[in-house]
């Protein structure tokens, strides 16, 4: 039976972006199932976004800081962002995916498109083309964004976290049982897995 793990997590937390390929990884060894649990570390954000400041921007880059350490770990290619978006409407589009049997797709790519492409996932435009890219409708797309379609979902996904008393991302329930917060090196997320599967 597979092991569900609950994961809070956002897509401009750097952490996150790794906590999905460790989980992917894992995936091949243990069965998993993922629920992904789309929560904002930073709603206060502009909704146009701001630029990315000089200090998050030397932190991020620094050789030896730790998520710089994280990525290379990890064999990810990784760029620091020229913005940072509210990702209120990134969060959105994946639910919507989500409902269209999308989402890996789209989770990995919005990922990518910010973390490895330096695209603004603030901007409607932007999850559009990812959309197309994956092969979901642009338009209808679109239309989800623009009535609110995945705001309960968030609102949901927020109140859950609260339950946990989740505090940063990424967190990760397993089965229900207990959590462990933050990025996690592969082999305690593997033990974590196999611990939750135990009776």
């Not at 990424?170 to 009776?199: C, D, H, N, S, W």
Request: proline content about 6%; aromatic content about 10%; glycine content about 8%.
């Amino acid at each position: 039976m597979a092991v569900k793990i609950a994961l809070f997590s956002d897509y401009i937390c750097p952490f996150c972006f790794v906590a999905a390929s460790r989980l992917e990884r894992i995936s091949r060894e243990v069965s998993l199932e993922v629920v992904w649990r789309g929560v904002q570390i930073h709603p206060e954000t502009p909704p146009e976004g701001e630029p990315m400041s000089d200090g998050l921007r030397h932190k991020l880059s620094f050789p030896e800081g730790s998520i710089q350490h994280f990525v290379v770990d990890e064999g990810l290619e990784f760029r620091v962002p020229s913005v940072v978006p509210n990702s209120r409407l990134a969060l959105e589009a994946t639910e919507y995916a989500a409902e269209q049997g999308k989402f890996p797709r789209f989770h990995r790519a919005v990922f990518e498109a910010y973390w490895q492409q330096d695209r603004d996932i603030g901007r409607v435009t932007v999850l559009s083309e990812i959309a197309r890219e994956v092969g979901l409708d642009a338009a209808d797309l679109e239309g989800y964004l623009k009535k609110g379609g995945g705001k309960a979902r968030l609102q949901a996904n927020v109140e859950e976290a609260a339950t946990w008393q989740v505090v940063g991302m990424p967190t990760f329930v397993f089965a229900g049982r207990f959590l462990l917060e933050g990025v996690q090196a592969y082999e305690v997320l593997k033990r974590g897995a196999i611990k939750a599967a135990e009776p």
